[in-house]
């Protein structure tokens, strides 16, 4: 995935790692990036969910929705489920998924 296509709350979250305030959640490395609307082609979801954070503790993932080589919203899914992944999150702004990581950040 290009550099460019990472929302720019990345140097956020990449802070946020380093104070320590983000477990469970990580950021997936750029060579380790991958498209789950490809890997998972049975789910037929409309545009590339590009991944770029993972929990720890489970297989919920963050992704981009590229729509027209554009980031469009983040979507929050749970992989490797019998369908492929489920959708369980949808985020408008970088600011408003990073709120659910804190939260989560928090309970964990």
Known sequence: MK??????????????????????????????????ATKWKQMKYP????IFA????????????????????IVLIHGWTNEGFAVVGRFE????WLTMVEQDAEEY
């Open 47 to 50: 545009y590339p969910l590009l």
């Open 3 to 36: 550099r460019e296509v990472i929302p720019e709350g990345e140097a956020v979250f990449w802070e946020k790692i380093r104070l320590g305030v983000v477990e469970p959640w990580y950021m997936v490395e750029e060579d380790n990036r991958w498209d789950a």
């Open 54 to 73: 993972r929990r720890i503790d489970n297989d919920d993932m963050a992704c981009l929705e590229m729509v027209d080589e554009r980031v469009g919203d």
């Open 93 to 96: 702004t970088v600011e408003e």
